[in-house]
């Protein structure tokens, strides 16, 4: 199939993605070398803020009527190969990353770690790597920005976290992710070196890999190495178990712009599987539904058995994934429309119902749900934030969440039928249940312990508010119409599901190994490879 390559000098007036992952190193690295806090928040707050405007920008000049690549960047260098470029499949990730950012700063100023020059310098790292990620187009480049996640997640949880086992948890982190990542890495060598023959040369470009996978050998381990790698990423059961620990003992600062990378495992089997191996995928549906649906229930009931609100979010948003995935995995249209939008709303919603959990913390210096309650009429705002973020999770109409929840199920009905669906809708309401459940109990129910003072000085009310308005705003405004977030998306999800005309149908043959034009493959070949 034919990807349409657009340069960024057709629509930008400069190298708009480098400049976007630029931006907050430069900032970061200005803190590193700061010499007071106060300059610190400076450069952290003019970084965030100009890496917000620039993602407007993208918004701007992306042109959402043509399916392909945009803003393709591309440079070789000393053998090696750069390349960014954005689609519907990761264009709403990189503002949604810069959002939260900005807001996570926000958070720091009420929090103790306003002065904490590594603290904020590990924000803007954060960004830097989440945004390089998604703009990659070369799976070498894409790996090594998941390589280098792992220090400003390590670093956040050591020096900031809020738990007694801080070291342990990063031990227990590294396990999963170090072999995520080796399985990832095989998987991606797998894919580059086995094209190589007397006339195809060794590439890990995106593009070229995708143009000919045709030639792949070994598709069924290419599937899953880089599967498993990136389900542990998501994470998705059984592979979750580092999700609640690093939740529990994190910070919340950290945790919201992590949300974003955790997506970053749905928009990796979205960009590295189903184009490169979407015979295998197909054959492979039946388990990974299974997987997803197992994850829905799982993450659910053990959410409704959390005392630790920070745990009962972690588990919420391991249930979240195994509906992201059975949509992902539909194949269709609606099914990749509906993940993706869902991934975008999912990732505000929870960071809304983090910051407001995180700044009861501030307060009540407890997350656990026995010992809050009666907080409602002294947090109100706080309290708005928690129930708009639920609803949203629970993809109540008039929130991103429903739209995106509706075109999921429709996918699944299209691919599945509708037992699945059903069970999808039992899901989302056990997540209505357990969050429900907790608003209840922290700010409903009757208090447990005598009420802190309220200090307005150290608790500044504009900040919460400020942060509280725009996502609300955000969640309320794309909810009412969200037209303009699908049309970024909806041509390359159709461009994807055309590959699979129909679950278990004859995948068409790749074009020849070639860095130019492409042909489709003729009739004659067609029904030989069928023959075969």
């Avoid at 920008?57 to 009527?65: G, P």
């Avoid at 998604?134 to 280098?148: D, G, I, R, S």
């Avoid at 220090?151 to 900031?160: D, M, Q, R």
Wanted: glycine fraction near 8%.
């Amino acid at each position: 199939m034919d990807i349409t390559v657009t340069p960024w000098s057709a629509s930008a007036a400069f190298p708009l993605l480098t400049t976007l992952t630029l931006v907050p190193l430069a900032a970061m690295i200005a803190i590193l070398f700061s010499r007071s806090s106060t300059a610190a928040l400076r450069f952290g707050f003019a970084g965030a803020s100009l890496t917000l405007l620039l993602s407007v920008y993208l918004l701007t000049v992306f042109d959402s009527a043509t399916p392909g690549i945009h803003l393709v960047e591309h440079v070789h260098f000393a053998g090696l190969s750069y390349r960014v470029g954005v689609d519907g499949t990761n264009i709403l990730f990189i503002p949604l990353t810069a959002v939260l950012t900005l807001l996570a700063l926000i958070y720091t100023l009420i929090t103790r770690h306003v002065t904490d020059r590594l603290f904020i310098a590990c924000l803007l790292g954060y960004e830097t790597v989440l945004i390089g990620a998604f703009a990659a187009l070369n799976v070498m480049q894409f790996w090594l920005w998941c390589v280098l996640e792992l220090v400003p997640v390590a670093l956040l949880t050591i020096h900031a976290g809020t738990g007694q086992n801080r070291r342990w948890v990063v031990v227990r982190l590294l396990q999963y992710w170090v072999s995520g990542l080796l399985m990832t890495l095989a998987g991606f060598l797998l894919l580059a070196f086995g094209l190589i023959d007397a006339e195809h040369a060794l590439t890990f470009d995106w593009l070229t890999l995708k143009q000919n996978n045709a030639y792949l050998h070994d598709e069924v381990l290419i599937f899953i190495l880089l599967f498993f790698g990136f389900a542990i990423r998501m994470p998705l059961f059984p592979f979750h178990g580092w999700l609640p620990v690093l939740a529990e003992q994190g910070t919340v600062a950290s945790a919201v712009i992590f949300l974003v990378g955790l997506k970053l495992g749905i928009y990796a089997v979205i960009r590295f599987i189903l184009p490169m191996v979407p015979g295998v995928a197909e054959q492979w549906a039946g388990f990974v539904v299974t997987l997803g649906l197992i994850s829905i229930f799982y993450g659910a009931l053990l959410a409704l058995m959390q005392i630790n609100i920070r745990r009962l979010l972690a588990f919420a948003v391991i249930s979240q994934t195994g509906m992201l995935v059975i949509g992902t995995f539909c194949f269709n249209e609606n099914g990749l429309e509906g993940s993706l939008l869902l991934s975008v709303a999912y990732g505000l919603a929870m960071a809304g119902m983090l910051f407001s959990v995180g700044l009861i913390y501030e307060r009540c210096r407890t997350a656990y749900l026995p010992r809050l309650g009666g907080l409602f009429d002294t947090n109100g705002t706080l309290a708005l934030l928690f129930l708009i973020s639920a609803l949203s999770t629970m993809v109540m109409p008039g929130t991103p969440g429903f739209d995106a929840a509706h075109l999921l199920v429709e996918g699944i009905i299209e691919e599945d039928g509708w037992l699945l669906a059903i069970a999808i809708l039992l899901g989302n309401v056990m997540s209505a249940a357990f969050l429900l459940w907790a608003f209840q109990r922290i700010f409903m129910a009757n208090p447990k312990r005598a009420k802190q003072p309220y200090n307005c000085a150290h608790h500044p009310v504009w900040k919460e508010r400020f942060i509280t308005v725009v996502i609300c705003l955000l969640l309320i405004g794309t909810g009412f119409y969200t037209t303009p977030w699908l049309n970024f998306i909806d041509q390359d999800a159709a461009a994807i599901g055309k590959q699979f005309p129909m679950h278990g149908a004859q995948i068409p043959l790749n074009p020849p190994f070639s860095n130019g034009e492409v042909s489709q493959p003729s009739d004659a070949d067609t029904k030989d490879d069928q023959h075969e």
